[in-house]
């Protein structure tokens, strides 16, 4: 079997990471399974995401658009579900539109309003999350918690999209507690949506530095790209 530059063998460290996840749904109480694992296959060969597909997987995430749409070409034989989870250029809407899945990463009326416009009408509309920056950090992309409600009432109006959640990337932080706040805020911010009125069924959020965390905090899918495929370069 193929190493990884890493060491484990790709296979040995997927295993990990789903022991990891059933291990924290025990401990918090989520029912089993209520957590989807979605690898980040971002600057990994479309061969390793064959292996994990094999393993049992049909998503993966990616964030960046021309590496995503070459990968997909070349597995199109497997019929793979696709996450988007990057940020979002306006010239890169229509792209997305017609070969994603998901999109994770909508953040603004303009992105959504354009990707809606441009999901072509053969396919089911596109499943999105908004991304709301969570943590206040200036260089990060998200909306506010302050916009998100009417973001949110807007998204939720585009005939092309199926807003499904929030998803977040909380600053890099090591205590436990500390992280399991600020997954605690999108959780908040989620249920004080479906107050309103919204159905918002998934929280995506936790990656493979703070996975316990997310899943202790309501995640319904962890982003995990390194602890699956080895540190990436
Ligand atoms: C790269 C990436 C991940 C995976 O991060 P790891 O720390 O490698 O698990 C998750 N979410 C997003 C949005 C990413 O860009």
């Known amino acids: 079997m193929p190493e990884n530059p890493s060491g484990a063998p790709l ?6 990471v789903e022991t990891r996840l059933r291990e924290a749904e025990r401990r918090f109480h ?5 957590v989807q694992l979605l690898p980040v296959s971002k600057t990994r ?3 390793d995401i064959a292996r994990v597909a094999r393993a049992g997987y049909h998503a993966f995430g990616e964030s960046y658009l021309q590496e995503a749409l070459g990968k997909q070409q070349e597995l199109a034989a497997l019929g793979l579900e696709w996450h988007f989870i990057g940020p ?3 010239n890169k809407t229509q792209a997305i539109a017609r070969h994603f899945d998901w999109v994770h990463s909508v953040d603004r009326e303009k992105i959504a309003r354009r990707l809606s416009a441009q999901r072509p009408p053969q396919l089911a509309p596109l499943n ?6 969570i943590s206040g950090e200036a260089s990060k992309s998200g909306c506010t918690p302050d916009e998100l409600p009417a973001l949110a009432a807007g998204v939720s109006e585009l005939p092309g999209l199926r807003l499904r959640g929030l998803m977040a990337i909380p600053a890099r932080e090591s205590d436990f507690g ?4 600020a997954f605690r805020r999108l959780r908040e911010a989620r249920d004080a949506l479906n107050a ?3 159905a ?19 995640a319904t899918i962890v982003r995990v790209g390194s602890d699956i495929f080895g540190p990436r370069k």
């Open 11 to 16: 296979e040995q460290r997927l295993a990990r």
């Open 30 to 34: 989520r029912p089993p399974g209520a």
């Open 45 to 47: 060969p479309a061969a």
């Open 88 to 90: 979002i250029q306006s």
């Open 128 to 133: 999105v999350c908004l991304q709301v920056n």
């Open 178 to 181: 500390r992280q399991r706040a």
């Open 196 to 198: 309103a009125g919204l």
């Open 200 to 218: 918002l069924d998934t929280l995506s959020m936790g990656m493979s530095g703070d996975l316990e965390a997310a899943v202790a905090e309501g």
